[in-house]
């Protein structure tokens, strides 16, 4: 039923920025006396505001997460123009050290939600870069939790597999983050026995910390089938990586060699999780036009929890699409693309992306001219629902 679902979508805004000028981040070309100017940004707010408010019949999200957006009073500014200040908050913003001074963040409707604590994950390169932001909520409806981590991790830009291990260290943060949920603490695991699998008390302590609700979103600037994603994050297409201790203490694969000799404990604790990534039906396919080809840099990636509805919420995979509303399709016919490409598949199909235009004034004529400036990303949104068990 339709009052059973929670409707999840992401978006990356395409560098939401305030006009207002900053000594820190480097955003140079969103400036006042370059154009970005209160009546671009408006306008902007408003496109942004009008697709947002359009989904799921019109109802809007209940959760939305957000990336390239610069900071709470921009996030607070959106949910005005929506006019959903009475149904909407924001989860506990945080502002990363990014240098281009943009962040990540979570909407939630307070109609289906209570929220309870959020955190931030900075990354630790030589530059600031954004965080992987962690929120946790519990649905009203069901009393269920889900904890939510947004995404946004190093871009492509400089070459694909120059800048492939930064996103990279961002994945294994993620992942890092993700066991801090489902794992027990290395305190609680110390007074658990030895050997687990035959203890039914401590395997059920382990499954219900596993079986936590975990809903991954971003723009992860890689594709699901790249290392970053399948090798470091541990997102797989195959659910029969989801399985629970009782199964992976007795896999074959902890039967050979040294691991033999190890404890349960040895083996929980190297042991790293498995999640399941909702993509993969939706390839060929992608998000974004980038590089002559389509990318599917915007993913949903979900616990064992999530995806068995172990814990009062799952995900319905058959409901997860990318927005029709925008230029790109949901499913390209698979005629339409070169297999030959470099590194990816790239599309026969081209068609030019939305961009968003906005006003420069020159200040010695005061004339204004149409300038052409980064996508307005709405090929980047994609839904996905959620039904109560």
């Not at 603490?185 to 030895?194: K, M, T, V």
């Not at 080809?293 to 995979?317: P, V, W």
């Not at 927005?323 to 698979?334: E, G, P, V, Y």
Request: proline content about 3%; charged content about 25%.
């Amino acid at each position: 039923m339709a009052n059973n679902k929670i409707n999840v979508a992401f978006w990356n805004l395409g560098n939401l920025f305030d006009t207002q000028s900053s000594a820190i981040s480097s955003h140079l070309e969103f400036t006042p006396q370059r154009g970005w100017d209160d009546t671009a940004k408006e306008k902007k707010l408003e496109n942004l505001a009008k697709t947002i408010n359009s989904l799921h019949n019109y109802q809007g999200p209940d959760l939305l997460g957000l990336c390239e957006i610069e900071n709470e009073e921009m996030a607070q500014a959106l949910i005005n123009k929506m006019g959903k200040q009475d149904i909407y908050s924001i989860a506990q913003y945080t502002n990363s050290p990014d240098i281009r001074g943009i962040d990540t963040c979570l909407i939630y409707s307070k109609e289906k939600f209570k929220f309870n604590y959020a955190k931030s994950y900075n990354i630790f390169f030589r530059y600031p870069t954004r965080d992987v932001f962690l929120a946790n909520l519990t649905t009203m409806q069901n009393n269920s939790e889900i904890t939510v981590l947004v995404n946004h991790w190093p871009s492509r830009v400089g070459g694909r597999f120059e800048t492939e291990p930064w996103r990279i260290g961002v994945a294994e943060n993620c992942a890092r983050a993700v066991e801090e949920v489902i794992k027990v603490s290395w305190d609680e695991l110390l007074e658990l026995p030895d050997d687990l699998k035959k203890d039914e008390n401590a395997l059920a302590k382990l499954n219900q910390r596993w079986n936590r609700n975990i809903l991954i979103m971003g723009d992860l600037n890689d594709n699901p089938y790249d290392r970053s994603v399948l090798n470091y994050l541990h997102a797989t297409c195959d659910k029969n990586r989801l399985i629970d201790w009782k199964e992976i203490f007795g896999h074959p694969s902890l039967k050979r060699g040294y691991m033999k000799d190890q404890t349960d404990k040895h083996n929980y604790l190297s042991q790293f999780a498995f999640l399941y990534n909702c993509m993969w039906n939706l390839i060929p396919g992608g998000t974004i036009f980038y590089d002559e080809g389509f990318d599917l840099f915007d993913q949903f990636i979900i616990s064992k929890g999530l995806l068995y509805g172990k814990q009062g919420l799952k995900m319905d995979l058959d409901e997860v699409k990318i927005d029709k509303s925008t230029k790109m399709a949901n499913h390209i016919a698979a005629s339409m693309f070169d297999p030959t490409g470099k590194n990816k598949i790239h599309p026969v199909y081209k068609e030019s992306p939305m961009r968003f235009e906005y006003t420069k004034k020159k200040a010695e004529s005061g004339q204004i001219e149409n300038v052409s400036q980064a996508e307005n990303r709405l090929l980047d949104l994609v839904i996905i629902f959620l039904s109560n068990q």
